[in-house]
């Protein structure tokens, strides 16, 4: 079929080390940010999120940083494994009840 | 774990044939969506409901179409597949303002 959009740039690390996965955004008055995972042959799933009160959000092995000045945004990845090869989306609410995706990056973990 | 599930998982058919991918939720979830996505790339919305008699379609122009009559179902339709809609198409749900949404397995479509 025709694709359409961009082919989604690529991070490979090493096992064990940390992954940075960057995001911007282009809507000022966005104030909640979600990151997505998605596995190859499955739909993305929910990793998490962040509103902007805030500049920093930490789950289990992940952290979400805020940049609401350049309007950036990061997921950072400790211990990359294997199981984190995926493709991870940023997205934003560019109105009251949509979601806008970014154009998402995969990351490829070498053993 | 999200309760949204989308039938069939891999479909292959001629083309000008009439097909319906379908897309149910049992959360209750007012807001569904339909995102189609080619191999390694970005996610495209489609078409979208915000509830029962509700669909637009999205920033993607699509042939496709969409209906709601249950809050729970959100078939799409392509009332004559081509080539150019061999694609995968992610159905997606949530409830709320600005809320996260819970996304199926999808459908990988070929239209040979």
């Known amino acids: 079929g025709e694709s359409v959009g961009l082919h989604l740039p690529t991070l490979s690390v090493q096992e064990g080390d940390n992954s940075i996965i960057n995001c911007a955004y282009s809507?000022?008055?966005?104030?909640?940010f979600i990151w997505y995972k998605q596995e190859s042959g499955k739909g993305p799933q929910f990793i998490i999120d962040?509103?902007?009160?805030?500049d920093k959000r930490q789950g289990q092995r992940v952290t979400v940083l805020l940049n609401k000045t350049v309007k950036h945004l990061s997921l950072q990845i400790a211990a990359t494994q294997p199981g984190d090869s995926a493709v991870y989306f940023c997205?934003?609410?560019?109105?009251?009840?949509?979601?806008?995706f970014g154009g998402g990056t995969r990351l490829m973990v070498k053993p | 774990e999200a309760d949204i599930y989308q039938t069939p998982r891999y479909l292959v058919i001629g083309t000008g044939k009439k097909i319906t991918l379908e897309c149910s939720q049992t959360?209750?979830?007012?807001?569904m969506y339909w995102y189609q996505q080619d191999p390694g790339m970005e996610l495209h919305l489609i078409h979208y409901?915000?509830?029962?008699?509700?669909?637009e379609k999205g920033d993607l122009s699509s042939e496709s179409t969409v209906s709601r009559i249950r809050t729970e179902h959100f078939p799409l339709t392509l009332e004559s597949a081509r080539p150019s809609h061999t694609s995968q198409y992610l159905c997606?749900?949530?409830?709320?303002?600005?809320?996260?949404?819970?996304f199926g397995s999808g459908t990988q479509l070929s239209v040979l």
């Open positions: 962040i509103r902007s009160n805030m």
């Open positions: 809507n000022s008055a966005s104030d909640y």
């Open positions: 997606a749900s949530s409830t709320g303002r600005q809320e996260k949404l819970f």
């Open positions: 409901s915000y509830g029962v008699n509700s669909t």
């Open positions: 997205a934003e609410p560019p109105s009251v009840n949509m979601l806008t």
């Open positions: 959360m209750g979830h007012d807001k």
